[in-house]
């Protein structure tokens, strides 16, 4: 059974905006799947729907065995990094990482070695204390990764995680998402729009158009000049 799996998707915003259409997609446990395509194409559409943030208004998105729009959003096993990184401004990092496992209603025990190792993996064990304007933006987006990394989730959304930060960066930060992956190995969906992020990422590459799927391959496939 595919990890995640897309069947006839499609997307109606109220207003009648047909944003994504009959999309077909099988991802395997395990798998890096990465999102591209122009500017209003429909990915992060379609990446907010497998979250659950946004209804489907055709076909079927399930998780495992279970349909999206079936599961409360609070026991979803999924975990997703946004470009605005999403950290609460007036809690320590510390905080921001146990939030989500508070709420879970997690034992202490297991939250502390969680925000530990997470903190050692992204290397942000020495700012546990301070507060999100005390931080770099390559700080930030760590910790908005270590938010999702304590979850242990089945998969990763990532909406743009790196498109906010300067391009020395983004070239960092690539590579230590590449190491994670390789650490982790956690299904995960990247919406990007940078190619080489996309090249060095994927497993496979979906490439949007007009909503709907243009090509599927490894980046070779995909990125090879005819
Ligand atoms: P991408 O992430 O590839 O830039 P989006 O998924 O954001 O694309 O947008 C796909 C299409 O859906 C665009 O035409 C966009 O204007 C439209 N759209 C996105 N969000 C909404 C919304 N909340 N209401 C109505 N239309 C939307
Ligand atoms: P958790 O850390 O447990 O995911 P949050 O309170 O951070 O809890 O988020 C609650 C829900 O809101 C989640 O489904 C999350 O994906 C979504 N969410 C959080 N931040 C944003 C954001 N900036 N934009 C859109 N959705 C968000």
């Not at 999309?23 to 729907?49: H, N, W, Y």
């Amino acid at each position: 059974m595919a990890a995640i799996t897309l069947e006839a998707v499609g997307k109606t915003y109220a207003g009648g905006v047909k944003a994504v259409h009959s999309i077909d997609l099988a991802i395997q446990d395990g798998e890096f799947v990465v999102l591209v395509g122009p500017s209003g194409c429909g990915k992060s559409t379609l990446l907010r729907m497998v979250a659950g943030l946004e209804s489907v208004t055709e076909g079927k998105i399930s998780i495992g065995d279970r349909m999206v729009n079936e599961v409360e959003p609070a026991e979803r096993d999924i975990a997703m990094v946004f470009q605005n990184y999403a950290l609460y401004p007036h809690m320590t990092v510390r905080q921001n990482l146990a939030y989500g496992l508070k709420n879970r209603k997690m034992a202490k025990a297991e939250i502390s070695r969680r925000v530990d190792e997470a903190a050692q993996i992204l290397e942000i064990g020495a700012f546990l204390d301070r507060k999100p304007r005390a931080l770099s933006g390559g700080q930030r987006q760590r910790v908005a990764m270590g938010r999702a990394i304590v979850r242990e989730p089945a998969a990763f959304l990532f909406d743009e995680p790196l498109s906010n930060l300067d391009a020395k960066l983004r070239v960092q930060m690539r590579g230590e998402i590449k190491q994670l992956q390789a650490r982790l190995g956690t299904t995960s969906i990247y919406v990007t729009h940078d190619q080489l992020e996309a090249m060095t990422l994927a497993h496979r590459l979906v490439v949007l158009n007009g909503g709907q799927i243009e090509q599927v391959g490894t980046p070779l496939e995909v990125y090879r000049k005819p």
